[in-house]
């Protein structure tokens, strides 16, 4: 494609399209892909950028991936969609008999659903309607942790920190939740069992309006990419247990090996009543999520009240969805994703140290195949944008952070380039 050609479909593209988190027409002209194949995303003028983002979290075996694309394929043959209302096919059937094999022990049931934010709205309707169910209507509050983020849509909106969660506009017409500070300890700090009183007070004081603690385990991921301590997620059980509510865990951005474990949750050893999954469900071919949830909730919701869970996506178990989904996990299962992750994580605290040295850096921190550098000020997006493309690389800095979490393929000589892009374009 010529410059002429390039421009003029950026052109288009800010006269007809609407971007996440963005005016429209976008401020910063977004980057044409032509192409994406492996670590690689091709541009239309030719570059090419090694993807430092994994589209978000979510491709974890690369682009345009063999095994994935012939699921894909195969399941054209059969059918691309059917209801499920009424219906089921064998491809539900075997993705939920996997995905309760693979998860913490305990859970017992699968709603599959279609987005990220829709799984985590589909927890808070179980929770709520659970204790609808057996008659305790107070129950209807859940208690989080601030610099949480869970989602777009009006019930995550409400758990997504009040402040800075990006939907403060939106605060007056949100359900009331209840929030406590986020976790201050590090992953790897030494515990203090201080902190967790404030979130034990609030739930001793005020247990009998909770229905569920929603946090989403280890790593708060679009609230500040904060990493915490495993033991609070234990104290948090722990307390649930005690006083009566549900455990919801927000798995969407940590699940499928991410953090060095299959699932955050695993970091703590326990299992949560409700788990959110999706992003990487389909290695990022298409938008899927999944709710599971212990026994106990499904069998009350389904004999008490309306009898029945008060949601049905249009996509829900989707054939091609869950083609991809069962593949991208049977590579997951066959690969050394272990080993690839520690090698990661070596790299991405060897490559990200130096920026420690920077006059505007405030933090660098990595767990897992995620690592990130926080600076003292907001970062100009924009520029350094410009900067990491100079040399290569895609990344999607926001707020005063600017990140990595590269697809679980990517080679040592690419994790570098991408330490050694952002240490250049922070310098």
């Known amino acids: 494609m010529n410059a002429d050609h390039y421009n003029d479909l950026i052109q288009r593209d800010a006269e007809v399209l ?46 345009n991936h063999p095994v994935l694309n012939a699921a894909m394929t195969a399941q054209l ?7 499920f209302g009424g219906l089921t096919h064998e491809l539900a059937v075997l993705l939920a008999e996997k995905l309760l ?6 859970l017992g049931r699968v709603f599959f659903c279609d987005s990220g934010s829709v799984a985590v709205e589909v927890a808070i309707k179980m929770a709520i309607q ?38 403060h506009l939106f605060s007056d017409l949100l359900m009331p939740q209840v929030f406590a500070k986020a976790p201050q300890i590090p992953f790897d700090g030494v515990w203090d069992e201080r902190e967790i009183d404030e979130l034990r007070e609030l739930v001793e004081t005020r247990h009998e309006e909770l ?9 708060q991921g679009a609230g500040g990419m904060r990493f915490y301590h495993p033991q609070y997620l234990r104290r948090v059980r722990a307390l649930c247990d005690e006083y009566d509510l549900l455990l919801i ?37 298409m938008s899927f999520a999944a709710t599971l949830t212990k026994t106990f909730i499904s069998e009350v919701i389904s004999q008490k009240g309306p009898g029945m869970l008060m949601h049905g996506p249009t996509f829900m178990a989707n054939p091609l969805a869950c083609a991809v989904a069962l593949a991208s996990i049977g590579l997951l299962e066959n690969s050394p994703w272990r080993e690839r992750i520690v090698e990661i994580e ?54 005063n952070l600017c990140y990595t979490m590269p697809p679980f393929v990517t080679r040592a000589s690419e994790v570098k380039q991408i330490t050694s892009a952002i240490c250049e374009a922070l310098s």
């Open 249 to 285: 865990a927000d798995e969407i951005a940590t699940g499928f090996g991410r953090t060095g474990e299959l699932f955050a949750c695993n970091h703590a050893g326990i299992t949560p009543d409700i788990l959110c999954l999706g992003k990487a469900l389909t290695g990022g071919y």
């Open 77 to 83: 043959e059969d059918m691309a969609h059917v209801m």
């Open 211 to 219: 229905a569920a603690i929603i946090l989403e385990p280890i790593v």
């Open 18 to 63: 609407w971007h996440p988190y963005a005016a429209a027409p976008v401020p910063i002209p977004p980057y044409a892909v032509k192409s994406a194949s492996g670590t690689r995303l091709t541009l239309h003028d030719g570059r090419q950028l090694i993807d430092g983002m994994s589209s978000w979290w979510a491709v974890i075996h690369g682009y």
């Open 346 to 399: 070596g790299l991405l605290k060897a490559g990200l140290e130096p920026c420690r040295q920077l006059p505007g850096v405030k933090d660098v921190r990595v767990l897992g195949a995620i690592g990130l550098v926080e600076t003292k000020t907001p970062i100009d997006v924009e520029k350094v944008q410009e900067r990491v493309v100079a040399r290569g690389v895609w990344l999607r800095p926001f707020a």
């Open 101 to 106: 094999a693979i998860t913490p022990p305990g």
């Open 130 to 167: 659970y204790w609808f169910s057996l008659g305790r209507p107070a129950k209807k509050r859940l208690l989080t942790i601030r610099q949480g983020y869970h989602g777009d849509t009006f019930a995550t909106m409400s758990v997504c920190d009040p402040v800075n969660g990006m939907h």
